[in-house]
């Protein structure tokens, strides 16, 4: 069964730092691209990064850039998001995303992992 | 950055009943737009990818068309399960990849 499993949210602090995981099984993981999107109680989705299959490329939304780092270990089949400098609005449910073999969609999600910045 | 407006907000409509949501970019995207679903609570499900193309599983009832700026989701006949929120997403001119706002499908 194709799944990703993300995990790392929790409570945390204004300026504060968390590392998010995304657990990936039932695919050659090496092979896509895969993102992050979050969503805000209550709001929309927001894309907020991509990482290519290789790490070659890799691309942030300007309301995370310089403050959050996307990476990978395709060994591990595991991508990772690590967030510095947290402010409240980063609070949401955080989803990895994998693209899709057009790479114009997002075809597996995760469940999310729930972030709040909070004091 | 490209916005997609999506139209209406809220669709209140019945079972068997026939569905139109409406996504308008700010400028064209050529086919690649993308139409999601999610329920509360979870996470968000991939219907229409490249405008068109059913993804893997979706049933039939469900078909997108449009390109360039204007979109359409159509749903033929309601199911009950169909009640939800949908978005639609670019990816014609990113980063960064950005969504529409939703249209929540309620029950009348």
């Known amino acids: 069964e194709v799944q990703l499993v993300e995990s790392g949210g929790g409570l945390v602090k204004p300026g504060g730092s968390l590392r998010l995981s995304c657990a990936a099984s039932?695919?050659?993981?090496?092979?896509?691209?895969m993102n992050w999107v979050r969503q805000a109680p209550g709001k929309g989705l927001e894309w907020v990064s991509s990482?290519?299959?290789?790490?070659?490329?890799?691309y942030y939304a300007d309301s995370v850039k310089g403050r959050f780092t996307i990476s990978r270990d395709n060994a591990k089949n595991s991508l990772y998001l690590q967030m510095n400098s947290l402010r409240a609005e980063d609070t949401a449910v955080y989803y990895c995303?994998?693209?899709?073999?057009?790479?114009?969609?997002?075809?597996?999600w995760g469940q999310g992992t729930m972030v709040t910045v909070s004091s | 950055e490209i916005v997609l407006t999506q139209s209406p907000a809220t669709l209140s409509l019945s079972p068997g009943e026939r569905a139109t949501l409406s996504c308008r970019a700010s400028?064209?995207?050529?086919?690649?737009l993308a139409w999601y679903q999610q329920k509360p609570g979870q996470a968000p499900r991939l219907l229409i990818y490249?405008?068109?193309n059913r993804a893997t599983g979706i049933p039939a009832r469900f078909s997108g068309s449009g390109s360039g700026t204007d979109f359409t989701l159509t749903i033929s006949s309601l199911e009950p399960e169909d009640f939800a929120v949908y978005y639609c997403?670019?990816?014609?001119?990113?980063?960064?990849?950005?969504f529409g706002q939703g249209t929540k499908l309620e029950i009348k």
């Open positions: 039932g695919f050659t993981f090496s092979s896509y691209s």
């Open positions: 997403q670019q990816r014609s001119n990113w980063p960064p990849a950005t």
């Open positions: 400028q064209s995207v050529s086919s690649y």
């Open positions: 995303a994998r693209d899709g073999d057009s790479n114009t969609a997002f075809d597996i």
């Open positions: 990482i290519s299959s290789s790490s070659s490329y890799i």
């Open positions: 490249d405008a068109s």
